[in-house]
Every structure is written in C-alpha cells, then in structure tokens.
C-alpha cells in the first residue's frame, strides 16, 4: 500500500515528483515528443521551487544530482546536462 502523501516530509515529496517528472520527460525524449533536454531550472520550474533547492534535496535524499538521473536514463544521442 503506498505511503499517503500527508505523511512524507517534503524532501521525500519533492523528491518523488522530480523522479516522476525525470520518467515522463524521458519517455517524451524516447517517443520525440520532444527534443529539448530538460535542465534541472526547467524541473524546478515545474515543481514551484527555487533550483538550487530542487539540487540541493535530491543530493541529499539520494546521494545524486538531478543532472546524473538525466545522464543515467538519456537516450545515446542527446547531449549531457
């Protein structure tokens, strides 16, 4: 049964938003949706927060940046962050 949303920190919440939002925007890249590669501004922007912040609580819930999910899970022939 998954955690309710009222009870993770929001570290936790931002965190799962931003894996969400790393999963759709791959899948738009895979499907050319789309050819931009975001950039951790644009997912702070989508999530209403200050981009040093979205940084800054996803090295700290996962031990990685938000530039490393993209680097890990981007199709071969778009650029690195």
Do not use: W, Y
């Amino acid at each position: 049964m998954p955690i309710p949303k009222k009870l993770l920190s929001r570290k936790d919440e931002i965190t799962s938003d931003f894996l969400k939002l790393v999963d759709v925007h791959l899948q738009d890249l895979l499907n050319r949706k789309i050819s931009r590669k975001f950039h951790s501004k644009d997912f702070a922007a989508l999530l209403f927060i200050h981009p040093g912040h979205l940084t800054n609580t996803i090295k700290l819930t996962t031990g990685k940046s938000p530039c490393d999910f993209m680097e890990e899970e981007s199709p071969p022939n778009h650029k690195k962050c």
